[in-house]
């Protein structure tokens, strides 16, 4: 289980690294910044595939493939699109807060057999606490004719990425044999042909051409470290968390993402955050290691190993 739980943080803190490196690039819009992450994603990912052709080869049955192509346009380029619908209809703060009960979700329906739902929940008031904390000074929005819209497609993101982490989680446990590395390479090349709809969206941004030949260089280097850091990498370390941890427990890690990019914008900022928001990141952490306090419990241990959502036997 250590090695799961560092696994799952370790992807979090490159998660969290999306929503700071864009605003380096303000010439370049939401959609371009998008397709320069998953685009990247999907060449390392066909890079890696051809460097360890003989060793994936025999996975690639077409159930592996079909459910990579599944998995892959969920988790990636369904939510992401939703995401940049709700942001612009709906606005950043409700969006991030529809978004950050993704935790809550997995935790209330990934839990063991066996482990009471009354044991989980202090751990979970106090992740939905600070949440609440986080977004307590953006909570006034003002409603545009597209708002409604706006809420759907944030409750869809939630969905999607929600049942992502759920079927991804039960894919790994039920097919051992598959390697993380070749799994994780699938989903990059499946995430590109989701990508598909995004390019008849993509337009230039508001930026003179000449702010955005200055800023080329950056957007490929920030496009790179997106795509190999925060989705590659930190995909391979989310499927190895998933191969051994409860999803309720890797449902709590996910909220390590709004930690480290808290960290990373107060860092961008260059200040320190205020009182409210050190509340907040207090009972973020408060309610990680409380997960991971009661995923330590004895009766973790005697859970069925043919269980989807019990711990690695």
């Not at 703060?93 to 329906?109: C, D, E, F, K, Q």
Request: aromatic letters at 10%; glycine letters at 8%.
């Amino acid at each position: 289980m250590p090695a799961g739980i560092a696994a799952g943080l370790a992807a979090g803190a490159l998660w969290g690294l999306v929503f700071v490196l864009p605003r380096l690039v303000p010439a370049y819009s939401s959609i371009e910044v998008t397709l320069g992450r998953y685009g990247a994603y999907a060449a390392v990912s066909a890079l890696a595939l051809a460097w360890t052709w003989r060793r994936a080869r025999p996975h690639l049955r077409p159930q592996v493939l079909v459910a990579a192509l599944l998995l892959g346009w969920l988790g990636n380029s369904l939510y992401y699109l939703m995401v940049v619908f709700a942001v612009r209809w709906a606005g950043t703060a409700l969006t991030g807060l529809i978004i950050g009960t993704i935790p809550l979700w997995l935790l209330l329906i990934g839990r063991p057999p066996g482990l009471r739902l009354a044991r989980l929940a202090p751990g979970a008031l106090c992740t939905a606490t600070g949440l609440a904390l986080m977004h307590w000074s953006a909570s006034r929005i003002h409603a545009g004719p597209m708002f409604g819209w706006g809420i759907a497609c944030a409750t869809g993101a939630l969905v999607a990425w929600s049942s992502y982490a759920v079927l991804n989680a039960r894919w790994m446990k039920r097919h051992t044999a598959l390697p993380n590395d070749v799994w994780t390479n699938l989903l990059g090349l499946a995430t590109l042909l989701g990508l598909l709809p995004l390019f008849a969206l993509a337009q230039p941004g508001a930026a003179l051409p000449a702010e955005r030949d200055a800023q080329w260089a950056l957007y490929v280097g920030i496009s790179l470290a997106m795509g190999l850091g925060a989705s590659w990498l930190a995909t391979w370390l989310w499927n190895l968390a998933s191969q051994r941890l409860p999803t309720s427990l890797a449902g709590q890690l996910i909220v390590s993402e709004t930690l480290f990019a808290l960290a990373y914008g107060f860092a961008y900022e260059q200040r320190w955050p205020s009182a409210l928001e050190w509340a907040a990141a207090v009972l973020f952490a408060a309610g990680i290691v409380w997960a991971i306090r009661h995923h330590r419990q004895p009766d973790d241990r005697i859970l069925p190993c043919n269980d989807a959502t019990s711990s690695p036997c």
